[in-house]
């Protein structure tokens, strides 16, 4: 049977009770919140023929950036493609299979495709600006987006989240004051938006506006609980306190909500990583953290699958003496660049320099890390992540060409911070620290 979404779309199979299931898993995704792939799989229980329950399964998997997922995101793939599908549902089984061949920049152009002539599909959006974020297309984060808005209103379901990955594009791009008020007005409609939640979030550690950031988390219970990007927005609110010299509330932060449910996913061993070395660099005392962070990254040193995560990894390896499983995390990636695929140049253009930065470092051969990371430092959006996380690799930068005796360059890098952070501050505090 075919019937229409809550935008007008048709969808091939499915019944009242499976359709009802799926807009739950949809807006569950677009919130970042409950079990959204749960909800799923009980709309396909309640009926096999519904393509587009599969299709979101499928996404759900791949998004999680994990080599483990390409296994159930091609068996949704396959079901998929078995069953009688119209031409938007054709364009979501294309960007999966090539997304499933490692084709990540293909897949968010197809999506694209899709885009321009079903603007109103959300999660054709949102799949498309994940691959954006992975890839570190900056402008499409923010123009994917702004292509399908002149087609929505407030009055359609899921206008929150166009809202808030409206917001997130132009964080990403310097448009800080309208990315505030789109990720404001998102959360204000939909408190449980985690996107729209980090898109502001986003905004204030750009804009070093401490005080407002720690408001900004603690004021909204509604991405705290239940929420697959919560540890994301807790390592935000941890930002603000280690800015302000406050590791105790870091380190009780690292411990509760964004390490002491023992994370098994990327997403949040992520978070750990970047947040443990920011406090080595800063010389806090973090105890055995970091032996137990690098075996929860253990099972996945082989993988090669992202780059990006490969070098949160390695942070952890090279911080915990674990050679054995970064020699593991090396092997893989000297394979993913001799493979086809996407991650191949991921890990070529910045991957493996920023690795290979990261064990000097480690070892304490300050002049090389300062030699690895100064030519991909610019480029360095090209393996994904966000301006804050990538941040990471120019306080690496400075610590090393501190420790190396490279004064003349540890200052002029310290002075182009210094003029990044003037040019990103809101104009009236701009003029206050003129």
């Given at each position: 049977?075919?019937?229409?979404?809550?935008?007008?779309?048709?969808?091939?199979?499915?019944?009242?009770?499976?359709?009802?299931?799926?807009?739950?898993?949809?807006?569950?995704?677009?919130?970042?919140?409950?079990?959204?792939?749960?909800?799923?799989?009980?709309?396909?229980?309640?009926?096999?023929?519904?393509?587009?329950?599969?299709?979101?399964?499928?996404?759900?998997?791949?998004?999680?950036?994990?080599?483990?997922?390409?296994?159930?995101?091609?068996?949704?793939?396959?079901?998929?493609?078995?069953?009688?599908?119209?031409?938007?549902?054709?364009?979501?089984?294309?960007?999966?299979?090539?997304?499933?061949?490692?084709?990540?920049?293909?897949?968010?152009?197809?999506?694209?495709?899709?885009?321009?002539?079903?603007?109103?599909?959300?999660?054709?959006?949102?799949a498309g600006q994940q691959l954006d974020f992975f890839v570190?297309?900056?402008?499409?984060?923010?123009?994917?987006?702004?292509?399908?808005?002149?087609?929505?209103?407030?009055?359609?379901?899921?206008?929150?989240?166009?809202?808030?990955?409206?917001?997130?594009?132009?964080?990403?791009?310097?448009?800080?004051?309208?990315?505030?008020?789109?990720?404001?007005?998102?959360?204000?409609?939909?408190?449980?938006?985690?996107?729209?939640?980090?898109?502001?979030?986003?905004?204030?550690?750009?804009?070093?506006?401490?005080?407002?950031?720690?408001?900004?988390?603690?004021?909204?219970?509604?991405?705290?609980?239940?929420?697959?990007?919560?540890?994301?927005?807790?390592?935000?609110?941890?930002?603000?306190?280690?800015?302000?010299?406050?590791?105790?509330?870091?380190?009780?932060?690292?411990?509760?909500?964004?390490?002491?449910?023992?994370?098994?996913?990327h997403v949040e061993l992520v978070d750990a990583s970047a947040?443990?070395?920011?406090?080595?660099?800063?010389?806090?005392?973090?105890?055995?953290?970091?032996?137990?962070?690098?075996?929860?990254?253990?099972?996945?040193?082989?993988?090669?699958?992202?780059?990006?995560?490969?070098?949160?990894?390695?942070?952890?390896?090279?911080?915990?003496?674990?050679?054995?499983?970064?020699?593991?995390?090396?092997?893989?990636?000297?394979?993913?660049?001799?493979?086809?695929?996407?991650?191949?140049?991921?890990?070529?253009e910045v991957g493996s320099a920023v690795t290979q930065a990261?064990?000097?470092?480690?070892?304490?051969?300050?002049?090389?890390?300062?030699?690895?990371?100064?030519?991909?430092?610019?480029?360095?959006?090209?393996?994904?992540?966000?301006?804050?996380?990538?941040?990471?690799?120019?306080?690496?930068?400075?610590?090393?060409?501190?420790?190396?005796?490279?004064?003349?360059?540890?200052?002029?890098?310290?002075?182009?911070?210094?003029?990044?952070?003037?040019?990103?501050?809101?104009?009236?505090?701009?003029?206050?620290?003129?």
């Amino acid at each position: 049977m075919t019937t229409k979404d809550t935008v007008g779309y048709t969808l091939s199979g499915g019944n009242a009770h499976a359709l009802d299931l799926l807009e739950q898993a949809l807006h569950q995704f677009r919130c970042f919140a409950d079990n959204p792939l749960a909800t799923a799989e009980a709309a396909l229980a309640e009926a096999p023929d519904l393509v587009m329950a599969q299709v979101l399964r499928a996404w759900l998997y791949l998004l999680s950036s994990e080599a483990g997922a390409l296994a159930p995101a091609r068996e949704a793939l396959a079901a998929a493609r078995e069953l009688p599908h119209n031409e938007r549902e054709a364009w979501h089984l294309r960007a999966i299979a090539q997304l499933c061949d490692g084709q990540w920049r293909a897949a968010a152009l197809t999506l694209e495709d899709l885009s321009a002539h079903y603007p109103l599909d959300a999660l054709a959006l949102q799949a498309g600006q994940q691959l954006d974020f992975f890839v570190g297309d900056s402008r499409m984060l923010r123009d994917r987006i702004a292509r399908a808005l002149p087609a929505w209103s407030a009055t359609l379901p899921g206008w929150h989240a166009v809202l808030g990955m409206q917001a997130f594009g132009l964080e990403e791009t310097g448009d800080y004051a309208r990315a505030e008020r789109l990720g404001r007005q998102a959360v204000d409609l939909q408190p449980r938006d985690a996107w729209a939640q980090h898109a502001v979030a986003h905004v204030l550690e750009m804009q070093g506006r401490r005080d407002e950031g720690i408001e900004w988390m603690r004021g909204n219970e509604g991405w705290q609980t239940d929420n697959f990007l919560a540890v994301h927005n807790w390592w935000h609110l941890a930002l603000h306190h280690l800015a302000q010299g406050d590791v105790t509330e870091v380190l009780a932060l690292y411990d509760g909500p964004i390490h002491g449910h023992r994370p098994e996913i990327h997403v949040e061993l992520v978070d750990a990583s970047a947040l443990l070395w920011r406090l080595d660099l800063q010389g806090a005392d973090v105890g055995a953290r970091w032996e137990r962070l690098a075996e929860r990254w253990a099972p996945f040193a082989g993988d090669g699958h992202y780059a990006f995560s490969d070098w949160h990894a390695a942070m952890a390896f090279v911080a915990a003496g674990r050679e054995d499983l970064l020699q593991a995390l090396l092997q893989a990636q000297r394979q993913a660049m001799a493979s086809e695929g996407d991650n191949a140049a991921f890990t070529r253009e910045v991957g493996s320099a920023v690795t290979q930065a990261c064990i000097a470092f480690g070892q304490q051969d300050w002049a090389r890390a300062v030699a690895l990371l100064r030519p991909v430092r610019s480029q360095s959006h090209r393996f994904g992540g966000s301006h804050a996380q990538r941040d990471l690799i120019d306080l690496t930068l400075i610590a090393a060409a501190q420790r190396s005796g490279q004064k003349a360059l540890a200052r002029v890098l310290e002075q182009e911070r210094l003029a990044l952070a003037r040019q990103r501050l809101p104009a009236r505090r701009e003029a206050l620290t003129a």
